[in-house]
């Protein structure tokens, strides 16, 4: 123990040796000291961080602890600093970490009792050329300190603490001293508590003799954008601000940026960088801590008020949620996905999208480019000339959701070299594989309703192809001899998004529907096997496959995955629109395998 006295005179004599610069804090203003969190509405937890002194010193002092750190190294030099500066026993000085930099050694450390660090009482050092440069401490009096021994263990609260959070307890954990406001210093079980699908990520500090929740830190950075929500399909749906939908499992540091140190403050990260007209002109938040709040008015022309920062925004949140969502059912980067950093994942970094929103190449269309693993894609969006005012295809979801899967198709198919859906007939495919993924992000329930692309850029409720995609062949009569008249490759994408169209159903009809598809692809529902299958069987099909080809790959991603579990689900879906097991040469078969009748 040591008294606060004591510490207070060595850090005055700090100061009074000292030159410069000590940052300023407001004991009666709590920002510095003090964040607010509430969890949910039942709960709001306040955690505290005790006031930090900090000095730094210009061109350094000279000192006798900073003179020994290249002889007795880092921990040694700012443990000995530490506890001579701070007047207190180098017991109490716990070493956490430090490294030399280019210009300074750094030390950093926790006040100790018993052995036991603290998790909120901390101090960190430089020294450069055998003097100290910068001394910062929130070190705290241990007059009133909790006993070092618990007296409740990690089982015997965790379940209460994981519905309090609304996650689960991960494994980690670790006994740790907490000052507390009061001047009290508790002992607290820290343990991690994770909910992937909200993606919440706590450590909670709970009192190991009273089992109360006493503090948090929040390991998600959060960030909100104003937008068409994925399930939705254009801004006639409504337009929402959704917070933190980045998934860290895809994500692992959100959508803007490779590292916490490296984070933008624009449509700019990891997987896709969003702009118009060239890369350096992408939008910056509204309002800091990453709020992207632009709100699209369809009342004006897609260049008019805010539309081009609200389409940048709306054009980077699909991306990146086309990225994460592709990511939980395979698409990885050693499966040859689009990523700037690849975290020493496999695959080749250096290829996030560029997403060129309001691109005036063209009009009426849309597009992506796919060169090999390791460059980037490039999707440009155009606008939509055929209503008054404009219209911007970037706030009609399923357009660039339809253009991300043309990277993801192209990439998984032939091991990334994206020259593997070049023949007619897969370029075709190519395009239903596009429509059948838009349709997917869209499904709300286990009700599979006809999908129609592209009614709104067009302001036709036809939208851009011939028929809605249905289970109906009234509404949709195309089946696999359809292709033998068709030459166009969106015509050909047609009757594989209508056949994909009713393989989903099949299984949906069968296996059933879960709602949390977009965030946790584990579970047997048939909209999750669904996508299993469409990314499985991508990477298992030849290059430039047919119908007949990428139908065998599903069943074969089904006996891979699920042990063919689902095989006549799909065998007879297949076989409805003409894709039984003697189809050939466009011409339809409807039989299915002997086992499956
Ligand atoms: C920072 O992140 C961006 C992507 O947001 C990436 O392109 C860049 O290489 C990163 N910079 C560093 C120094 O890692
Ligand atoms: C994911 O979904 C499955 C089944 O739908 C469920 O059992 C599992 O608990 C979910 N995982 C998470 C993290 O919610
Ligand atoms: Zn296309």
Known sequence: MFSFGKMLNAVVLALACSTVNAIPWDATVKYSTHRTREISPALTVESYHPPTTYKTFGKGVDNAHAARVKRDGIEAASTAFVASELGVDESLVSFKSGYEGDSAHYGYMRQAHDNIPFVNAVANVAFKDDKVVSFGSSFVPTDNIAPSTPTIEIVSFISDIEAQLDGQFNDYSSLEYLAKEDGTVALVHVVQIRNEEAN???????????????????????????????????????????????????????WHGTSSSNLSTDTSGNNVIAYKGSTSSTTKQSSTGQVFNYKYDTSVSPTSGKNVQAATVNAFYVMNSLHDISYLYGFTE????????????????????????????????????????????????FIWTYTNPRRDGDLENDIPVHEGTHGISNRLTGGGTGRCLQTTEAGGMGEGWSDAMAEWTEQTSSTVPDFTMGTWVTGSSAGIRTH??????????????????????????????????????????????????????????????????????????????????????????????????????????????????????????TTVPAECR
Not at 214 to 229: E, L, M, N, Q
Not at 557 to 562: F, H, L, P
């Open 200 to 254: 919440t990520w706590y450590e909670a500090m709970v009192d190991a003799h009273t089992g109360e929740l006493v503090s948090i830190t929040d390991f998600v950075a959060k960030a909100s954008y104003t937008v068409i929500p994925l399930s939705k399909q254009d801004p006639t749906d409504g337009i929402e601000t959704i917070s933190n939908p980045a998934l860290t499992a895809a994500s692992p540091y959100g």
């Open 334 to 381: 050693a499966a040859y996905n689009f990523q700037s950093s690849n975290f020493g994942k496999g695959g080749a970094g250096n290829d996030r999208v560029l997403m060129s929103v309001q691109d005036s190449t063209y009009t009426n269309n849309a597009d992506f480019a796919t060169p090999p693993d390791g460059q980037s894609g490039q999707c440009r969006m």
């Open 468 to 589: 809605p995609y249905s289970t109906s062949t009234r509404t949709n009569p195309l089946r696999y001899s359809s292709i033998k008249s068709l030459n166009e490759v969106h015509d050909i994408g047609e009757v594989w998004a209508n056949t994909l169209h009713n393989v989903y159903a099949a299984l949906v009809s069968e296996y059933g529907f879960a709602a949390d598809y977009k965030t946790n692809a584990s579970g047997d529902e048939g909209n999750k096997v669904y996508m299993h299958l469409f990314i499985d069987s991508l990477a298992l099909q030849p290059c430039n496959p047919t119908l007949p080809t990428a139908r065998d790959a599903w069943i074969q991603a089904d006996e891979n995955r699920y042990g063919g579990e689902h095989v006549c689900t799909v065998w007879k879906a297949f076989a409805s629109r003409g894709l039984g097991v003697n189809a050939k040469s466009y011409t339809d078969d």
